[in-house]
């Protein structure tokens, strides 16, 4: 979650008030959603992220397997179609605009594993439950 929260900020700060540090604007946005829709969108799942982890917190989440086999599988699936968005870009398909965003792909990679996480969450946890 703080990898992501630091690219939402840093994707602002270069939006508003560009920093020498950081990769320009340009480099975090790939423009495949309005600069408007992108950050309220990951807003969004910011906040989702911090709902469950202070679910996990605080007890609140009962470990279940068929939550975390459905995290599992598109956690995968959109873990592997990235890192194959990743490859491709830095190779045969960097011609192509899309294939070109990499810092944005990064962090794609980077919310794939956040539920892959979850995913392990409740399917090692439900096992050492002993849960059906």
Do not use: C, K
Not at 5 to 21: D, E, M
Not at 52 to 63: D, E, Q, S
């Amino acid at each position: 979650m703080a990898a992501f929260l630091f690219r939402v900020g840093a994707q602002a700060a270069q939006a508003w008030h560009p920093v020498a540090w950081l990769p320009p604007f340009e480099n975090w946005h790939s423009a495949t959603l309005p600069y408007g829709v992108l950050l309220a969108s990951q807003i969004a799942i910011l906040a989702m992220q911090l709902f469950v982890l202070a679910g996990m917190l605080a007890g609140g989440h009962r470990p279940r397997r068929s939550i975390g086999t459905v995290l599992l599988v598109l956690g995968a699936a959109y873990f592997a179609f990235m890192l194959f968005r990743l490859v491709g870009g830095l190779t045969v398909l960097q011609h192509l605009p899309w294939f070109q965003a990499l810092l944005p792909t990064v962090f794609h990679l980077v919310l794939a594993a956040f539920l892959l996480v979850l995913a392990d969450f409740h399917l090692r946890f439900h096992a050492r439950a002993g849960g059906a």
